[in-house]
């Protein structure tokens, strides 16, 4: 039962969808009902993507690779920075380190689970 002034809506997906998310949750043994959980991922996403503008604004996301994940970088002229999955660790190619602002930049971003699970391409 919706509670009293508060506006509700419902978001439609694909079933497909629908049962990945569930089985996340699952997977979760989370306290929380599915609704509450979703929501609070997604919460959780929109905070990570604020926190990656305000301390990486001179960092942009722009693709995957085969190997890794593409990023242009404006403190650099706008280089395309490459960080490749090697050995199970991120590495710069430009910075040709483990430990720099791209790689760390690069976990933040959800399209990192693609680089480390190939299977999650889609």
């Known amino acids: ?20 998310i569930r089985k996340s949750w699952e997977g979760e043994e989370s306290e929380k009902k599915l609704s509450t959980w979703v ?7 929109i ?18 690779d085969k190997n890794g994940i593409l990023l242009r970088d404006r403190h650099l002229k706008d280089s395309i920075v490459e960080v490749k999955l090697l050995d199970n660790r991120l590495w710069c190619q430009i910075c040709r ?5 791209h790689g760390y930049y690069s976990i933040g ?8 699970d190939p299977e999650r391409r889609e």
């Open 39 to 45: 929501l609070d991922t997604i919460l959780l996403s």
């Open 1 to 20: 039962m919706p509670r009293e002034g508060v506006k509700q809506i419902n978001i439609t997906m694909a079933k497909k969808t629908y049962d990945k």
């Open 47 to 64: 905070k990570k993507e604020e926190w990656l503008k305000k301390y990486a604004p001179h960092l942009v996301y722009v693709g995957i």
């Open 109 to 116: 971003l959800p399209n990192i689970a693609k680089v480390i």
């Open 97 to 101: 380190e483990k430990h720099c602002m």
